[in-house]
């Protein structure tokens, strides 16, 4: 006796329309920031005010300059 081999078809579904949130400027302008470098030698975001690090913690080097947020950039 022969068996078939099974086949498996799922269709695929068509794709999300995303639709424009009111918060992409600024998420994008909070992502879009220089890293910084601690005295420990951990490279850190942009945004953290202290060191990632668990044991360190030191606060962001005064040199650090962050960007300012503007509703009306088109990032």
């Known amino acids: 006796m ?3 081999i099974p086949t498996y078809r ?6 999300p329309v ?3 949130n009111t918060n ?5 302008w909070y ?3 220089p890293t910084w470098k601690c005295e420990c030698g951990l490279t850190n975001f942009g945004r953290n005010e202290k060191c990632a690090k668990w044991e360190c913690k030191r606060p962001r080097p005064t040199t650090y ?3 300012e ?3 009306r950039n088109n990032y």
Do not use: A, L, S, T
Request: glycine share 4%; net charge negative.
């Open 2 to 4: 022969i068996i078939p």
């Open 10 to 15: 799922e269709e695929v579904p068509e794709r």
């Open 18 to 20: 995303i639709k424009p």
């Open 24 to 28: 992409d400027n600024w998420v994008r």
């Open 31 to 33: 992502m879009n920031c």
């Open 65 to 67: 300059i962050e960007g």
């Open 69 to 71: 947020y503007n509703e």
